[in-house]
Nanobody, 121 residues
Framework: QVQLVESGGGLVQPGGSLRLSCAAS????????MGWYRQAPGKEREFVAH???????GYSDSVKGRFTISRDNLKNTVYLQMNSLKPEDTAVYYC???????????????WGQGTQVTVSS
């Protein structure tokens, strides 16, 4: 089994910044895509950003130019640098990883428990 542990959430004023981290642990052989989703109150969970193992990144239109995803493959860790935060960014942010574990023949989706990001003055 793989565990994804997020950290870095909190309360920040509009225009501020936060850096989220997600560390994967377990019997990991390889991780393909790592990414972030978020869910605001009363809203569906939505895609935020992802990073493929080869370095290709993708972003939701709502965060382009403000958020940056990066990863450290040796540490099985993905980061989300969030700048110019807006109240509408308030949500629980979930880490996601597509992972192959020792002895497995295919990849499996794993999700973290989420970390709260609140943007408010």
């Amino acid at each position: 089994q793989v565990q994804l542990v997020e950290s870095g959430g909190g309360l920040v004023q509009p225009g501020g910044s936060l850096r989220l981290s997600c560390a994967a642990s377990g019997r990991i052989v390889s991780i393909s895509t790592m990414g972030w989703y978020r869910q605001a109150p009363g809203k569906e969970r939505e895609f935020v950003a992802h990073s493929l193992s080869g370095g290709t990144t993708g972003y939701s239109d709502s965060v382009k130019g403000r958020f940056t995803i990066s990863r450290d493959n040796l540490k099985n860790t993905v980061y989300l640098q969030m700048n110019s935060l807006k109240p509408e960014d308030t949500a629980v942010y979930y880490c996601h990883a597509i992972t192959r574990t020792l002895g497995a023949t295919s990849y499996t989706n794993y999700w973290g428990q989420g970390t709260q990001v609140t943007v408010s003055s």
